[in-house]
């Protein structure tokens, strides 16, 4: 596995293997790699020949109050675990210059950044879709993994490569499920056993709506009550929103069909935990 730190000498190299014609599967994440994340390299090494994997914790997109100094950054066990699962290039760009000093260049996908996790985390997509647009410059994917657990995201860097016709096709993956069904998050991290018991409502939560939309539950208000109050009575555990929404342009849907996507985000003492049911995986 080739390791590379400078933004110039991976796009180089990327050049290079373009012209040999092989295809670049890509997969970029923060790191604390996770299953979650080992699901998305299985799925590019399946499809593409090379597979190239980022680990890099985004300033841009965190806010002023937020983890992204206490952020986990294990990069031993991220190296091993790209190795151990055939990653060709793993890119691990140096914090202090991946970013120009005088950056000055953003990229916004209007609207559907500023709803959802977007009201609780202004400026979050922001920084997602301006990292998200370098890194593919400099990758030159061919196709670009994403999970499905961070679905408001997925569905922002699906309309910026197509707004901005950028020849990638970008794949969303299934959420990966820990034994008791909380989605793998590297964020699981801070939750103390007592919390992650707490926390474990939000897929419960979910499914039951799941059972109640398979078994012909039409109405979004009724599935939404549901959650509601599952949620509402739990202590310690706020709701930030729940989103019963279009999965297209997460607007809010009064009926359930397929195109449809239950979003959850709550905090469990004070860290914010995301989950959602995609309509489409039941139906
Ligand atoms: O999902 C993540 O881990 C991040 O938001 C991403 C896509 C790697 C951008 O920093």
Known sequence: MLIYRNNLELQNETLKLKK???????????GAL???????????????DIVIVSVFVNPLQFGPK??????????????NICKDHNVDILFLPEEDSFYLKDHKTYVTVEELSEIHCGKTRPG??????????????????DRAYFGKK???????????????????????CPIVRDFDGIALSSRNKY???????TALAISQSLREAANRIASGEKSAKVVYDLIFEKLSNKENLKIDYIAIVDDYNLKTRENLDKNTVILIAAYVGST????????EDIL
Do not use: C, W
């Open 124 to 141: 979050h997509f922001k920084g997602v879709t301006t990292v998200v647009l370098k890194l593919f410059n400099i990758v030159e994917p």
């Open 272 to 279: 914010r935990l995301i989950d959602n049911l995609h309509l």
């Open 34 to 48: 996770h299953q979650g994340h080992i699901s998305l390299i299985e799925q590019a090494r399946k499809e593409n």
């Open 191 to 197: 939750l103390s056993p007592e919390e992650r018991k």
């Open 150 to 172: 961070d679905f408001q995201q997925l569905v922002i860097i699906k309309k910026m490569v197509a707004d901005l016709s950028l020849p990638i096709e970008v794949i969303g």
């Open 66 to 79: 937020e983890d992204f100094s206490k952020y986990p950054r294990p990069r031993e066990s991220d190296e």
């Open 20 to 30: 040999t014609g092989k295809s670049i599967g890509f997969v970029a994440t923060m």
